[in-house]
Every structure is written in structure tokens, then in C-alpha cells.
């Protein structure tokens, strides 16, 4: 069974409307990474038991990790490396989301997902080591 395949069957078997959001974030991030210069190709796999994308050929930024909420935060989560600086970023540009800890960032179902915002946020994972580098070579 090919890795996407997984994901899907893993999403699929969550309950409504946790499924539904996952699909959308799922669909966010592979629309934001086909359409992200410099995102480089994207892998979709399984990592610690969620659907996890991550670029490849050249590793140009970390892995994204999505997942049900087991939090009190939201219905769903957004999680990325706790050893990056992202989420600390992104509560500087998004103050109004819920953030947990330095690794996630969290979504009510009951609201409209925040899709510009979580468009800008995979796309500064998937070029976080690009963007890293280019800050080190100044």
C-alpha cells in the first residue's frame, strides 16, 4: 500500500467532522506545496502514528504533521518540529490562533479553518531549512 494511500485510509477512519477537517488541511497543505517555489517535492507519509509530509529532493523545510486534537485547544492540529522557531513566528503574525507549546497550532471546527493563514504557515515549514540557510549566509 503506497504511503498517500495510508494517510487517507488513517484520516477516513476518524469520526465527522474531525475526518472532514483533516481532508481540508490535508488538501492546504498539497495545494500550498505545488504551489510554494521553493517547497521542492513533497512526500506524504505516516510519522508517529499521523499523516506527515515533509519535502524531499531537496529537503528544503520541516516535517508537517496533522492530526485529532486530543487537546481541550480544538478539533484538529497542525503540528510541526518543536526545534524550529515556526510557531514561535507565527503567534507573532497570527496571535488570534491557539498554539500549543512550540510544536502545534490548533482549530475549532465550529469556525471556518483560517485557510490564509494556515496557506502562509505550510509554506514556511516547507521552506524553513531554504529560508534558515538564507538567513545564515547574510
Known sequence: MNKARQTLDLIGSYPEPVRGGL???????????????????????????????????????TTIRIDRDKTDAG?????????TSLVSDWRTLFPHLRFGGDRSVHFSLSEDLPENEIRHMVAMALTYHTRKSARKAR
Open 23 to 61: 481532508r481540508r488541511l490535508r488538501e492546504i497543505i498539497l495545494e500550498t506545496a505545488a504551489s510554494t517555489e521553493d517547497a521542492g517535492t513533497l512526500e506524504e507519509t505516516l510519522k508517529w502514528g499521523q499523516p506527515s509530509f515533509v519535502s524531499v529532493k531537496p529537503r528544503t523545510g
Open 75 to 83: 478539533d484538529v492540529a497542525l503540528f510541526v518540529n518543536c526545534q
